[in-house]
Nanobody, 123 residues
C-alpha cells in the first residue's frame, strides 16, 4: 500500500525558509511522478511543483525561483525547499504521487496523497 507522510511545516517570518519532506512507503520514487500542492484557507488547491520519474521539474509561476523540488531516491523522500517565503505562501502543503504509463509518461491523475503539513508565513 502506497503511503505518503509530509513533515517540515511550521511558522516563519516573511523572507524565511522551510524545507518540506515527504517520506514514501510501498513504492519507490523512481517509478512514480511526484508533486507538491497547497491549499490556502478558503481557496482551491493549486499545484506548486512537480518532478517526473526522469527528473524533469516544473513550478507554478508564483514560486518559480524561490522553491526547489527534489527527490532522494536512496531515502525514498521527496523535498520542497522553500526560500524567500511570503505571507501568500501560507497554506496546507500536500505531496502526491502519480504513476507512469506504458509510454513512459506521467499519468494525468495523482492517485496518492499525504495528509498535509501546515506552512504559515507572517509579515
Amino acid at each position: 500500500q502506497v503511503k505518503l507522510l509530509e513533515s517540515g511545516g511550521g511558522s516563519v517570518q516573511a523572507g524565511g525558509a522551510l524545507r518540506l519532506s515527504c517520506a514514501a512507503s510501498g513504492y519507490t520514487y523512481s517509478t512514480y511522478c511526484m508533486g507538491w500542492f497547497r491549499q490556502a484557507q478558503g481557496k482551491e488547491r493549486e499545484g506548486v511543483a512537480t518532478i517526473d520519474h526522469d527528473g524533469t521539474t516544473s513550478y507554478a509561476d508564483s514560486v518559480e525561483g524561490r522553491f526547489t523540488i527534489s527527490v532522494d531516491n536512496a531515502k525514498n523522500t521527496l523535498y520542497l525547499q522553500m526560500n524567500s517565503l511570503k505571507p501568500e505562501d501560507t497554506a496546507m502543503y500536500y505531496c502526491a504521487a502519480r504513476g507512469v504509463g506504458s509510454g513512459g509518461y506521467c499519468l494525468a491523475d495523482f492517485d496518492y496523497w499525504g495528509q498535509g503539513t501546515q506552512v504559515t508565513v507572517s509579515s
